[in-house]
């Protein structure tokens, strides 16, 4: 899939999102790239050749305090050729490509990885 159809499923998952939460993505940036670099991999503990399907860089919206301000914008990344890699049909990496991105928004409201699997098993 080229660069430009994957950054408008990204988009579209986005703007997707009840609008509730699209309120709250202030000074946050979305963006797409290839792979995560072996920084972003090392930052989550993950080893070469491990999967990273995205990444949320920043801080929580449950911690921040009164003198949170004047910072850079939170950033997720969403990978695209380990979301191409998992999936076989555009349908599946549109679907894996939401999801993601999902995930990596439950992370700036401040929702751990363990507390999302269990969300994403439909547990309470």
């Not at 929580?60 to 850079?72: C, E, F, I, Q, S």
């Not at 997720?76 to 979301?83: A, N, S, Y």
């Not at 349908?91 to 939401?98: F, G, K, L």
């Amino acid at each position: 899939m080229d660069r430009a159809r994957f950054q408008e499923l990204v988009a579209k998952a986005v703007d997707s999102l009840p609008q509730e939460f699209r309120a709250k993505l202030e000074n946050i940036d979305v963006v797409v790239e290839d792979w995560p670099t072996r920084g972003q991999l090392a930052d989550v503990g993950l080893r070469r050749g491990e999967t990273l399907l995205g990444l949320y860089q920043g801080v929580p919206l449950t911690k921040r305090g009164r003198r949170y301000g004047l910072v850079a914008p939170d950033k997720i990344t969403i990978f695209q050729k380990p979301i191409e890699a998992k999936c076989r049909y555009d349908a599946e990496i549109t679907a894996e490509v939401q999801r993601v991105v999902r995930h990596e928004i439950a992370h700036h409201f401040g929702i751990g990885d363990t507390r999302l699997r269990q969300i994403e098993r439909g547990e309470d």
